[in-house]
């Protein structure tokens, strides 16, 4: 029965080397990975790299300042964070101050820059009909531009029947005199039958704001729109103020040729809380180059295709709709029929960094509330240079401490020990590094602090291996079965002990926000790889040394000598006397 026993331990302790093999594999693949990426820093947080700090403060629309509460500013902190961190930006942080403010840390790098933009543009997204548009070249500027792209009929679609072309226009194309264009207009407002209004939107637009008939409003709006300058950026700025997404407005936006365009449009038949997801994507089958597709709710599907089909019917511009983000024009891409798939393709003149800012604007761009932006500062990398400079200091003393120990106290032992740390410190290097572009993770002082904190936790776990041994020879047993003896009780230890560390990690990742999840992360990720260099370094590598004639013989600076620990005689097995044989039986 003894014999198969003897025959596992001698197995499992001959083959110490595979485990040693690929925890070096391991590091030499996370090294190349690293290396091949370009990526061989960790990405610094806005701490360490410096970037921008922006303060946005929630305005109140006209009778409805309840809408400021806890619901709508924490949603309107969740979808900054979706909106900049699918800019690529690492380690942006949007939190609230206050009652109604937020701020915005973005660090510097290379989006860093439309991300904040992008978090400056902070109004609620509308798909609204275009009604009239024409280049705006100062006040009452009345000459269309010719499209870019043609009209509607000259381009065919090429695409399949669930997801129709949807070509971003640079300007529109009228395919009537100014005069029949402008009767048109006035017919539309009038009647407060815009191309593709609903019915109940157009009960909700009939009634004037001012108290006047629908007729004198269509009035007031084409006179407005003909003294509108969109070059004029405070002129700009003031388009739409106060009208709400049941009214006709006017608005600006910037063509494909870089112009100003000014445009009349409908009650919003669609807006961004209707779009599920939209991405930009390089199509290379049909030629169009960058498009942006985009997936609508059920119920922004069964809107789209209404509001498409209605648009299809007519001529242009009128079979254009505008995506407005806080009052600007960022597209208006014309229909061919009724886009019916829940989903529906831009295409036009994009380029890869348009594509992707305007798929951003759509995936994340519908806020519950307006904000304005009250204060940009740059916060400068010099303070918290500093501070890391003094934490890896601080960091650089505490590991020298512990190899001291480990020399003194434990002498041959603490050789296992410093090799062992360096091998977690490789492996937590390099991961930090692959994980910057990986999941957008970025260094900062906490996460540095939490990673000084692991030196502690990684040398506990030595210890407890290291003292379990030692124990087995004050017991008498020589150094190999000392070894393969004391590992599963401490294996048991160890495994509780970083079960504790990695449980409070991931409760504090879990319970905040903001920086202090830099240092939860880098705990949980370095108690890990405790347990990984513990049971594929450590051990493997104690069990070779064990045969070597420096430890096995308990060298005095081994630090496993049997003297200095106080070791009892050595074990032997005792026989049971034999029992007495009557020959003259036998």
């Not at 485990?19 to 610094?44: Q, V």
């Not at 001012?210 to 007729?215: D, H, I, V």
């Not at 940009?376 to 960091?395: F, N, P, R, W």
Request: charged content about 20%.
């Amino acid at each position: 029965m003894a014999t198969p026993k003897k025959g596992r331990s001698a197995s499992a302790q001959s083959k110490p080397g595979r485990s040693l093999a690929l925890i070096l594999i391991a590091i030499a693949a996370l090294t190349g990975g690293m290396f091949a990426s370009g990526h061989t820093k960790p990405r610094l947080g806005i701490d360490l790299a410096g970037g921008t700090s922006i303060t946005l403060e929630a305005v109140p629309e006209a009778g409805n300042e309840a809408a400021i509460n806890k619901t709508n500013m924490d949603t309107a902190v969740s979808i900054m964070e979706r909106r900049v961190n699918g800019l690529g930006v690492s380690e942006a942080e949007v939190q609230t101050q206050g009652r109604d403010n937020i701020i915005v840390n973005i660090p510097k790098g290379t989006n860093s820059e439309q991300a904040r933009k992008q978090v400056g543009t902070t109004a609620k997204l509308y798909f609204r009909p275009v009604i009239a548009t024409e280049v705006s070249g100062g006040a009452g500027a009345a000459s269309p531009s010719p499209s870019p792209t043609g009209s509607p009929s000259d381009k065919p679609s090429g695409k399949a029947t669930d997801k129709p072309e949807a070509t971003d226009k640079g300007s529109a194309s009228p395919s009537a005199s100014p005069t029949t264009q402008g009767r048109a207009v006035t017919d539309a407002l009038k009647a407060d039958a815009t191309p593709s209004a609903s019915a109940s939107d157009k009960a909700k637009a009939s009634p004037s704001p001012s108290g006047g008939t629908a007729a004198d409003d269509a009035s007031k709006l084409q006179e407005q729109y003909a003294k509108l300058d969109c070059t004029n950026a405070k002129t700009r700025s003031a388009v739409g103020d106060g009208v709400k997404a049941s009214q006709p407005t006017l608005a600006c936006g910037k063509n494909s040729q870089g112009q100003w365009q000014k445009y009349i449009l409908g009650p919003a038949e669609v807006d961004g809380t209707d779009v599920d997801k939209a991405q930009a994507v390089l199509n290379t089958q049909t030629g169009a180059g960058w498009t942006v597709t985009m997936d609508f709710t059920d119920g922004g599907g069964k809107k789209f295709a209404d509001i498409t089909g209605k648009l299809a019917k007519n001529q242009s511009p009128q079979n254009q709709f505008a995506i407005v983000l806080d009052g600007d024009v960022v597209s208006d891409p014309y229909v061919r029929q009724a886009l019916t798939g829940g989903n529906a393709e831009i295409s036009g003149n994009f380029n890869q960094q348009s594509a992707q800012d305007l798929a951003n604007m759509l995936s994340y761009g519908a806020l519950p509330l307006t904000f304005r932006e009250d204060s940009v500062s740059t916060v400068t990398a010099a303070l918290g240079g500093d501070q890391l400079k003094a934490g890896l200091i601080a960091g650089a003393i505490g590991l020298a401490l512990v190899v001291i120990y480990l020399l003194l106290y434990y002498r041959g032992l603490a050789f296992i020990a410093i090799l062992s740390l360096l091998v977690s410190a490789a492996l937590t290097y390099t991961i930090m590094a692959l994980l910057g572009p990986t999941i957008n993770f970025a260094l900062n002082l906490p996460a540095v602090c939490g990673a000084i904190v692991a030196i502690g936790i990684t040398a506990d776990s030595f210890i407890v291996y290291f003292e379990r041994v030692r124990d087995e020879i004050r017991e008498g047993r020589s150094l190999r079965p000392a070894v393969e003896r004391a590992w599963p009780r401490a294996r048991r230890t160890i495994l509780v002990s970083d079960f504790v560390s990695f449980l409070a990690a991931a409760v504090l990742f879990i319970v905040t926000v903001g920086k202090v999840q830099g240092f939860a992360f880098t705990l949980g990720l370095t108690t890990l790889l405790d347990v990984v260099v513990v049971f594929l370094f450590t051990k493997p590598l104690l069990t070779l040394m064990a045969r070597r004639p420096f430890f096995a013989n308990g060298h005095k600076w081994s630090g496993l000598d049997p003297k200095s620990l106080g070791a009892k005689p050595p074990l032997r097995r005792t026989r049971r006397p034999a029992a007495p044989v009557d020959t003259k039986e036998a």
